[in-house]
């Protein structure tokens, strides 16, 4: 049961481009979404969320974007610094779910090349 | 920063033999979570505890999985008896109240 997709399995880009990571969603009833990034060897970092009412959040070099009627999210990272190097996850609470019971789609694992 | 700690990293087990996965949440935090990711699968999510009962938890986990609280600082995840599907890396988090999880690195199991 894929409620959250994430098509790219993999990006790369230049250092100093935009990053763009892309995310669909099948329920129409989630109330926010997040992203997290995850470094080898090391469990998933909170990065950055949007609730369902806004289409637009924005954190530093981190802004998501929320398109309803297209149920689909993308987070964009400029500009893109090596150490963003890491796998992306979004996610989206499950049933009864806060913040924290969440499902996370299969991620995108992002390489910024210097 | 306070950070959630897992030991150990690695642990490999022969099937059929029951595994303790060992967490230490941030300390002022209330609610305690396990997740696993299988290998080349997307993060799931386990088991949520809060005030030393059982909040949630997944159609993974099974009557195979248990957590306990045995004392103030430590949370477990303890599999009875181990098969070789359980391998995964396990990942324990811990949250303040409604703000995002907060994960230890990770335990990677390895059933053999």
């Known amino acids: 049961d894929q409620q959250v997709k994430q098509n790219s399995p993999s990006l790369s880009v230049q250092e100093g481009r935009i990053s763009i990571l892309n995310c669909d969603y099948t329920?129409?009833?989630?109330?926010?979404f997040l992203w997290y990034k995850k470094y080898p060897a090391e469990g998933p970092t909170f990065l950055i969320s949007?609730?369902?009412?806004?289409d637009k959040n924005e954190d530093g070099r981190f802004t998501v974007f929320l398109n309803k009627s297209a149920k689909h999210l993308s987070l964009h990272i400029v500009p893109s610094q090596p150490g963003d190097s890491a796998v992306y996850f979004c996610?989206?609470?499950?049933?009864?779910?806060?913040?924290?019971?969440?499902?996370f789609g299969t991620g995108t694992k992002l390489q910024v090349i210097p | 920063e306070p950070e959630v700690t897992q030991t150990p990293s690695h642990q490999v087990t022969q099937m059929g033999q029951e595994v303790i996965l060992r967490c230490v949440p941030i300390?002022?935090?209330?609610?305690f979570y396990w997740y696993r990711q299988i290998l080349g699968q997307k993060v799931e999510f386990l088991v949520s505890?809060?005030?030393?009962?059982?909040?949630?938890k997944s159609e993974i986990f099974d009557d195979q999985f248990s957590v306990e609280r045995p004392d103030g600082s430590n949370f477990t995840l303890k599999i009875r008896s181990t098969k070789l599907e359980d391998s995964a890396m396990y990942f324990c988090?811990?949250?303040?109240?409604?703000?995002?999880?907060?994960f230890g690195n990770g335990t990677r199991l390895t059933v053999t």
């Open positions: 988090a811990s949250s303040a109240d409604n703000s995002p999880l907060h």
């Open positions: 329920n129409s009833m989630f109330d926010y």
């Open positions: 949007i609730s369902s009412i806004k």
């Open positions: 996610a989206a609470p499950l049933p009864s779910g806060g913040y924290q019971k969440v499902t």
């Open positions: 300390s002022n935090h209330l609610y």
């Open positions: 505890f809060y005030n030393n009962e059982i909040s949630e």
